[in-house]
């Protein structure tokens, strides 16, 4: 994302700063902003910038042209911007309360309050990794001060942990992050760690080790979020800075201490003994089973929720051999099959992609090589499902655990080193085995059966269809007639436009879906010859929220030419004063469309022929 934050801050910067941004909003292609005082954009820096293919100014509305990267560069954009006015292009609906609602917002949570926190875990973890090595190879002393500093290190991490969870929790929750982290440290004040006899107004506190424990300060930090709410809106002005702390402590602490920390330690005592009866009943098997779906963990975020058990776990014996084995066979396992995608792959843009996600996966960082590779990518993704089971489960076969939370990978094999100073173990040696049978079995399965899949998938597609079809029924024109200059002059791309005079689309080419907008006006294809195609249909729709379409088509669909994939209600555009006209644009820069047709034309007939600019 970093190109992201890089085009979005230069954006900013060039637009007279935050402070002149009023609106921000964007459709499929433009990133449009509403300022306080237009002589303050500077154009000209604005349109030269890598990433920018052109701006418009629209009435009152500054266009910025990003192509279909522009969400990405809207989100970063919001981060600098801070509490400006967004208008979402997409219709906004009530949630729905649902156990799958709920669940969501449960590992939002969850995932949102310890993401944040994963550079500690992994520092710590680290420097446990290097203590071992310290001690096993090159003499360290465990009396010595050097290692007195870097255990204090690695202990700090997991002793205060309930401090760096509070902080991070109310931050999620916008709630004080320094009240949050404030909470933990009372939790973990001496009298109160582990007291014995502690009561308060005569109620008996249960007594609790809160040091590396988890879930206590997150209830106690959800309920600082409703007592702080509940203050904010009683509390006058002029006094709220000294008295709406003081009472949110003094509300808040002791109700942790009597009811939300015993019940935090209760529900993780029944989470951990849940956990210990599927691996005790599943045996080695469980391990297997936590790397075959470790990728679809990744997938939606829930494997940040396993941080907490992983937490527990070593806080209690001091390793893992459970959540963190399995996931190293799960790392390895993609990393595996994104490098056995960069070795076959044909398309050069998809083989840089894949090799550079690829590389970091086998490392431990898997979500570039999920959501860049694997998740377009059914047997690649297959292959390592079943290579992070098979390997996942030798894993669980031989007890293999690792000492340190790191995110298990290449890098962290060192935290499968004991820390007794008795050097390499079998657990080490297992870990080797355990990576090597799960970057064999990944990269050979996804490279046998891809590479198959690809060549199979070139005999069947018609990939030397180098045409762009009519989409409407209509008068063709050409693009330089339609009435926005985004189109007109070009800065999307070479294509045609089509006055309908009929509701159906459809689809321009033989290929994928690659986007549908929120607000239905703009459909992304990439045909099976490699040609980028958009149809934008009318001119300003983005702002009637997806009323008028009717899209039969979603994002990864695979349609063919002449395939109808939505309809738009003419009479509703065109009462709303928006122009009906139906754009089609090539959005690579290296291609253009030869030898337009015009006239007599319909539905399905070629417009032009796609030609590669040199």
């Known amino acids: 994302m970093a190109q992201y934050e890089v085009i979005a801050a230069d954006i900013l910067k060039n637009i007279g700063g935050k402070e002149n941004v009023t609106n921000i909003n964007h459709c499929a292609t433009r990133l449009r902003l509403q300022v306080a005082d237009d002589n303050k954009i500077n154009d000209e820096a604005i349109s030269k910038l890598s990433g920018v293919a052109g701006t418009v100014m629209h009435g009152n509305q500054y266009q910025i042209v990003i192509g279909t990267d522009v969400a990405n560069v809207y989100n970063e954009f919001i981060k600098l911007s801070g509490d400006v006015q967004t208008d979402s292009t997409a219709t906004t609906h009530k949630k729905d309360v649902s156990l799958k609602s709920v669940g969501q917002t449960i590992v939002d949570f969850i995932s949102g309050t310890f993401v944040p926190i ?68 009372t939790l973990l ?42 203050l904010d809106r009683v509390t006058p002005k002029s006094i709220k800075f000294f008295t709406k702390p003081l009472l949110t402590m003094i509300i808040v602490v002791p109700v942790t201490l009597l009811w939300l920390g015993p019940l935090g330690y209760e529900i993780g005592t029944v989470i951990a003994t849940g956990l210990n009866f599927v691996n005790l009943k599943l045996g080695w098997l469980s391990v297997g089973l936590i790397g075959a779906l470790t990728p679809l963990l990744v997938m939606t975020g829930t494997n940040q929720a396993l941080f907490p058990l992983c937490i527990a776990a070593i806080a209690s014996v001091g390793y893992d051999a459970f959540i963190l084995p399995g996931m190293l066979a799960a790392n390895i396992a993609v990393g595996a099959a994104t490098l056995a995608v960069a070795f076959y792959t044909k398309n050069e843009h998809e083989k840089q992609v894949a090799l550079s996600a690829g590389i970091t996966g086998v490392m431990g960082i898997t979500e570039p090589s999920i959501f860049g ?83 199979q998938k070139k005999d069947e597609l018609a990939t030397d269809d180098m045409h762009v079809y009519q989409p409407v029924s209509g008068q063709v024109i050409p693009l330089q007639e339609v009435n926005d200059d985004v189109f007109s002059k070009g800065l999307l791309g070479d294509g045609f436009a089509v006055k309908p005079d009929n509701r159906g689309v459809y689809s321009p ?35 009637l929220n997806g009323l008028p379409f009717d899209i039969k088509i979603k994002n990864g669909n695979h349609v063919v030419k002449g395939q109808l994939i939505g309809e738009m209600n003419l009479d509703m555009i065109r009462k709303e004063q928006k122009d009906t006209t139906v754009i089609v644009a090539l959005t690579q820069p290296n291609k253009q469309l030869e030898d337009k047709r015009y006239t007599d034309t319909q539905i399905g007939d070629v417009i032009g022929n796609v030609s590669v600019v040199q």
Do not use: C
């Open 118 to 185: 994963l550079g500690v875990l992994v520092a710590a973890g680290l420097v446990s990794a290097v203590l071992n090595i310290g001690v096993s190879f090159f003499g360290l002393s465990t009396k010595s001060g050097t290692y007195t500093v870097l255990y204090a290190i690695y202990q700090a991490e997991y002793y205060f942990l309930p401090v760096y969870l509070g902080y991070s929790a109310a931050k999620k929750l916008n709630v004080s992050a320094m009240m949050g982290a404030f909470l933990g440290a």
């Open 189 to 230: 004040y001496k009298t109160i760690d582990s007291a014995k006899g502690l009561d308060f107004l005569g109620l008996m506190i249960p007594q609790i080790q809160y040091n590396t424990s988890v879930i206590p300060i997150l209830l106690g930090v959800l309920f600082m979020k409703l007592i702080d709410t509940g």
């Open 373 to 455: 590779v694997l998740i377009k990518n059914r047997i690649a993704l297959l292959s390592t499902m079943f290579a992070a089971g098979i390997s996942g489960a030798l894993a669980g076969l031989v007890s293999l655990k690792q000492y340190a939370i790191v995110s298990p990978g290449i890098a962290a094999l060192p935290t499968f080193v004991h820390s007794s100073g008795a050097g390499l173990d079998n657990n080490f040696y297992w870990s080797l085995v355990v990576v090597i049978l799960s970057a064999g079995l990944s990269f050979g399965l996804t490279y046998v059966f891809g590479r198959k899949a690809q060549l």
């Open 509 to 543: 080419v033989t290929g994928t879906v690659t986007m549908v907008a929120e607000t239905k006006h703009a459909i992304g294809f990439l045909s099976d010859s490699g040609i980028e195609v958009l149809i934008h249909l009318g001119i300003d729709t983005v702002e």
